[in-house]
């Protein structure tokens, strides 16, 4: 299973951006969805998680700004950014957690789309 994320680019602080991720394969099942984000000089953080059953987890700082969702039956992931700031500018990377077999999860990273903000 791989996974290929989609969306990013070059926007003006204010603006909107939507990422997407799709899952290739036929996985039993994928669990948890989510983006990360890094930063120059920086750790990978937490931007948002959804599960399967919808719940949702957000990193602070994009509370409010920035939503994800799924479609499970096109095993894609999305993520919506809005207000962008400048401190938004990373390389983002979409991760999943899949079953191959069932019972035995494992943790699958995308190769990461640039969000560059210009304020």
């Known amino acids: 299973v791989q996974l290929q994320a989609s969306g990013g680019g070059l926007v003006q602080a204010g603006g909107s951006l939507r990422l997407s991720c799709a899952a290739s394969?036929?996985?039993?099942?994928?669990?948890?969805l989510g983006w990360y984000r890094q930063a120059p000089g920086n750790g990978r953080e937490l931007v948002a998680t959804v599960t399967a059953s919808g719940s949702t987890n957000y990193g602070d700082s994009v509370k409010g700004r920035f939503t994800i969702s799924r479609d499970n039956a096109k095993k894609l992931v999305y993520l919506q950014m809005n207000s962008l700031r400048s401190e938004d500018t990373a390389v983002y990377y979409c991760?999943?957690?899949?079953?191959?077999?069932?019972?035995?999860?494992?943790?699958?990273w995308g190769p990461g789309t640039q969000v560059t903000v210009s304020s």
């Open positions: 394969g036929n996985p039993v099942r994928i669990n948890k």
């Open positions: 991760n999943a957690e899949i079953e191959v077999l069932p019972g035995l999860p494992y943790d699958t």
